[in-house]
């Protein structure tokens, strides 16, 4: 089964400018067509997942009121109001859910599923947190439920048996006597439905759906499968769960000892699309398993930008750019030879997609012993293990390939370059860290010459550097995982740490990946002062001087410190790409035999992990195109403007 994501019924539910499906309208249902056609060519079944937003809709593009059991401000978002729902507004609003329900059946979905999730209206109902009522849709857990069931019914009396109804509900919102409780709520409610539901999707947590899409640098996958046991023993349905299952051998397991009879797989099918192939095919080595950094996720709650993937360059491709996962055209210049120096994610991804386009000989090199560059050491912060599932991927399959080989322990100058015999070179250098605090608000640097008190990440987690004395702070610019992986590690180590940044918030990036309030409740758990706002001015042996960013620059701070962290900006490693173009140059290159130079992931800039594989991936695409090194335009969505003209006064026509 295919389902879309939670699917809007009304202008009421309007997330702009987060990108939802749609099924307000009889365009909508054009629209949705499209999807059921496709997934019905591949034999799949249909599903559609019917959502009303109550309390947390914010309704910026149609600028309706949203209507919700109570009326409660938003915890989700601000401005966010909405109105609470008398009986006739009950009436109406089971209405939307009947007429999607009906549009849905026209657009021809084979599964309707009544969408709760991560604490929409059906499960605002069913919870106190949000449900304040003293009337027959609220006190009680059986009041509290009455919504809900009288939504299934409504449904089920219009669809008949053309349509199967799934409910996603959560097992428990884990919020306490206060929120949806699995014994309470959830249990009756599955017993007082099971006659009308064909299918229980489950899933744990609320509106925070961290607690639910989890990240693996905090929870292992199947997070949820105590609960979802007591809900399997509870129906006589099918049940079919969540959890980031990568792996077939966990997944037969769950399903063999009775907690659900379906997998549910949305990360790790992003990751390969072609998992459950690869299964039924026995190639488990194939598959590229997700590792749960949440990028994806990321993009939506950036405001619904292309959906990118970590593990798979070609994931929110396939049609902007033609990519197939797993098929790819021999290259038009196949019979080059390629050297790519440097075996980081870009460098392997490149090499890997080259060999599969079959260039006659690829060698990817490497000053160290094994493939992976900077990943390797960033892998081993707390947490980011199953993130060297990238290296494992990609080194199973360039050993597979025949054309590809891996050269370790060479360091390879620009001379040797060029006398290397390659007709096509490629620079995968990476970057490193700053080692002088160069930053976004440390324009010029902190320091000149770095102290044997002063450490970059490199210095810990590459070279093993003890960090000295007992007072450690960390000057965290960058705002993703380093700066906070780092102080989870010091302070797990005993380190009395202390992480300034000029941010408002420690880490912003992870509220995208939904690793925030794991990551700002462990650091608080371990000790950890974050001091936000705070603008570093000075190093000294003893310490930090900083000033708060809404302060005068001259009322400073001082931090002690036995020694300080720099994660401020990282800086390309440029200079054997700089002097192959700019010192040998072109003409001496053609000479040797290099026909063009290329460079590629993080030493063109330092960017996250996905967008340097996509690099990777981009150019080993593209090898044969007419400059590789500009990406092909790619196909757009546009808006076809109609041009009306006036006929007579007060009509148009196209």
Request: aromatic letters at 8%.
């Amino acid at each position: 089964m295919i389902f879309t994501e939670e699917c809007s019924i009304h202008p009421e539910a309007d997330q702009f400018p987060f990108v939802l499906a749609r099924l307000w309208d009889e365009e909508d249902v054009a629209n949705l067509s499209l999807m059921v056609d496709m997934v019905h060519e591949e034999g799949s079944l249909a599903g559609i997942e019917l959502w009303y937003g109550g309390v947390n809709p914010l309704n910026m593009e149609s600028r309706g009121v949203s209507r919700a059991p109570s009326q409660i401000v938003s915890d989700v978002y601000s401005m966010a109001p909405c109105l609470e729902m008398d009986l006739s507004d009950i009436e109406l609003v089971q209405g939307f859910y009947v007429d999607a329900a009906l549009r849905s059946r026209d657009a021809g979905f084979d599964v309707i599923c009544l969408y709760g999730g991560h604490e929409g209206l059906l499960e605002q109902f069913l919870s106190p947190y949000y449900n304040k009522r003293t009337d027959n849709y609220g006190g009680s857990p059986e009041n509290r439920a009455r919504m809900w069931r009288e939504v299934i019914e409504k449904v089920r009396a219009a669809v008949g048996s053309d349509m199967a109804i799934s409910v996603r509900l959560s097992a428990d919102s884990l919020r306490g006597d206060e929120g949806i409780q699995l014994e309470r709520d959830v249990l009756p409610f599955v017993r007082a439905c099971d006659d009308i539901v064909d299918l229980w999707d489950v899933y744990l947590g609320g509106v925070d759906w961290g607690d639910d899409a989890t990240p693996s640098r905090f929870f292992r996958s199947g997070r949820a499968l105590d609960y979802v046991k007591r809900i399997k023993e509870t129906t006589s349905k099918p049940v079919v769960a969540v959890g980031r299952f990568t792996d077939p051998g966990a997944m037969a397991q769950i399903i063999k000892e009775g907690v659900v009879d379906i997998v549910g797989a949305a990360r790790p099918t992003i990751a390969d699309p072609f998992l459950p192939n690869k299964i039924r095919e026995g190639r488990p080595e194939d598959i590229r398993e997700c590792i749960g950094c949440n990028i994806c996720i990321s993009r939506f709650e950036h405001g619904g930008p292309p959906i990118i993937c970590t593990q798979n360059a070609t994931a929110g491709e396939e049609y902007r750019r033609g990519w197939h996962p797993e098929r790819f055209d021999r290259a038009l210049n196949a019979d080059s030879n390629v050297l790519i120096v440097g075996a980081g994610p870009a460098g392997m991804e490149c090499a890997r997609v080259l060999g599969e386009r079959g260039m006659s000989n690829v060698h990817l090199v490497d000053s160290e012993p094994e493939m992976g560059g900077h990943l390797r050491w960033l892998s081993t912060l707390p947490g980011l293990n199953e993130w060297s599932r990238v290296i494992d991927y990609r080194m199973i399959q360039i050993d597979k390939l025949k054309n590809v080989e891996f050269i370790a322990n060479t360091q390879l100058s620009a001379a040797d370059i060029a006398d290397y015999g390659a007709n096509i070179v490629i620079t995968a250098t990476g970057s490193h860290w700053s080692e002088i605090g160069l930053g976004p608000v440390t324009r010029n640097g902190l320091i000149s010459t770095k102290a044997p008190n002063v450490l970059t990440p490199e210095d810990i987690l590459k070279h093993g550097r003890d960090v000295p004395g007992t007072h450690v702070t960390i000057i965290d610019q960058d705002g993703y995982h380093v700066g906070a992986g780092l102080a989870d590690l010091l302070s797990s180590r005993g380190k009395k740490v202390t992480l300034l940044t000029h941010m408002s918030e420690l880490a912003p990036y992870t509220n995208y990946t939904l690793e925030a309030n794991f990551l700002r409740r462990k650091l608080h758990k371990q000790g950890v002062t974050i001091v936000t706002n705070c603008i570093p001015v000075a190093l000294t042996e003893d310490g930090v001087t900083a000033h708060s960013a809404y302060a005068d620059p001259s009322d400073t701070q001082f931090y002690p410190s036995d020694a300080v962290v720099l994660v401020t900006q990282r800086v390309s490693d440029t200079s054997v790409y700089r002097t192959l173009q700019d010192e040998i140059g072109s003409v001496q290159l053609l000479e040797d035999g290099v026909e063009s130079v290329y460079r590629i992931g993080d030493s063109v800039a330092p960017r996250i992990i996905a967008e340097a594989v996509f690099d990777g991936h981009r150019l080993a695409r593209e090898i044969d195109s007419p400059n590789p090194a500009i990406a092909l335009p790619y196909h757009r969505e546009r808006l076809v403007e109609l041009r009306l003209e006036r006929t007579r006064p007060g009509a148009l026509t196209s």
